[in-house]
């Protein structure tokens, strides 16, 4: 009997790209996958500083070369390509509209650099859009409908998924919870205003909160110098919210804070969008129950028992790959 041809891909029949650039461009990463979403091969390069356009598109260049070998190839060719982004991106133009933590990137066509770069076709979008996305295909999201994903990093993103799909507003900047005012008056953002929860719970925030407070309390301080050798200027989130476990006034302070006014956000967020999951992902989130358990206590305390009562905060499943796979599941999405 002849096969009939459902117009469906066997996953044989090629391969896609997955590409991940941070929001500061210093962290990108490549990765060739199978059509169910299986990485293949992947590269990772992470730099020490904020490299120019011209450096990252050098990078993931070399990064492709090494990833897409021609052998690689088997059976298959490649049919396309997901770019996930740590900044503003309007994904139905394919343009980047600017990244917060790094120069040169305003309204860089880079869905367009790709598609003549590998003549097939380029889906790029934000990153925690894409995350968002992998989250419900392949992560902790798998099977829900309306899903918001967290992403707490040098930054704060949110992907937010409606009925399976991303949900990216009339100018594509739904889901930049990183600039929710939280705070009247409070600490200045990466975008240049005051009081945004970027300012207050991302892992930049929370490090320099703990390193500025810490300097008027002499104990803070050689816990700090403990925990770091001596770098204090090397602390991570993790010792950071480990000294709040141990007691340090000052990390209970900046912990306290992270989750109040995360927590506010969020639940303005269920208020308005009924969830039945929030997926909290990026290095933030891998301090894991220290983080979620508060989290989930406060958002509780605040919420509405009737939206509270179906929703699911968890740790993303994913962890530091959700970026990666969200960029592959971008390419995947519509095949
Ligand atoms: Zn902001």
Redesign the pocket.
């Given at each position: 009997m002849a096969q009939k041809n459902t117009g469906k891909l066997l996953a044989t029949q090629g391969y896609v790209v997955g590409i991940e650039i941070s929001g500061s461009g210093s962290r990108q990463s490549v990765a060739l996958a199978d059509l169910n979403g299986n990485i293949l091969r992947q590269a990772r390069r992470p730099l020490e500083y904020v490299p120019d356009t011209t450096t990252v598109l050098a990078i993931l260049e070399e990064m492709l070369a090494e990833v897409v070998q021609p052998e690689q190839l088997k059976d298959g060719r490649l049919l396309r390509v997901g770019v996930a982004i740590g900044g503003l991106v309007d994904a139905s133009q394919g343009i980047v509209r600017t990244l917060h933590h790094a120069h040169g990137w305003d309204n860089f066509p880079l869905q367009d650099y790709f598609e003549k770069k590998f003549a097939i076709p380029c889906i790029i979008d934000n990153n925690a859009n894409a995350a968002a996305l992998a989250e419900v295909q392949y992560g902790r999201g798998k099977g829900e409908r309306n899903v918001l994903y967290v992403g707490l990093g040098r930054g704060i993103g949110g992907g937010l998924v409606v009925n399976g799909h991303i949900y990216h507003g009339s100018s594509c900047t739904a889901g930049e919870i990183?600039?929710m005012l939280v705070k009247e008056n409070g600490p200045r953002?990466?975008?240049?205003?005051a009081g945004?929860l970027?300012?207050i719970a991302s892992a930049r925030a929370i490090v320099r909160a703990m390193i500025g407070l810490s300097v008027e309390y002499p104990e803070t301080e050689a816990a700090i110098s403990r925990v770091t050798g001596a770098r204090a200027e090397r602390i991570t989130v993790a010792q950071v919210f480990q000294l709040a476990l141990d007691g340090d006034p000052v990390a209970r302070y900046v912990v306290n804070d992270v989750h109040t006014y995360l927590g506010i956000a969020l639940t303005n967020i269920v208020h308005l969008v009924n969830p039945d999951m929030i997926i909290l992902g990026g290095p933030v989130a891998q301090v894991g129950s220290l983080l979620i358990e508060p989290l989930r206590a406060k958002v509780q305390e605040l919420c509405l028992p009737a939206a509270f009562e179906a929703l699911h905060i968890v740790q993303s499943g994913l962890g530091s790959e959700a970026n990666l796979m969200g960029a592959v599941t971008l390419a995947l999405q519509d095949m």
């Open positions: 990183g600039h953002c990466s975008c240049g205003m945004h970027e300012a």
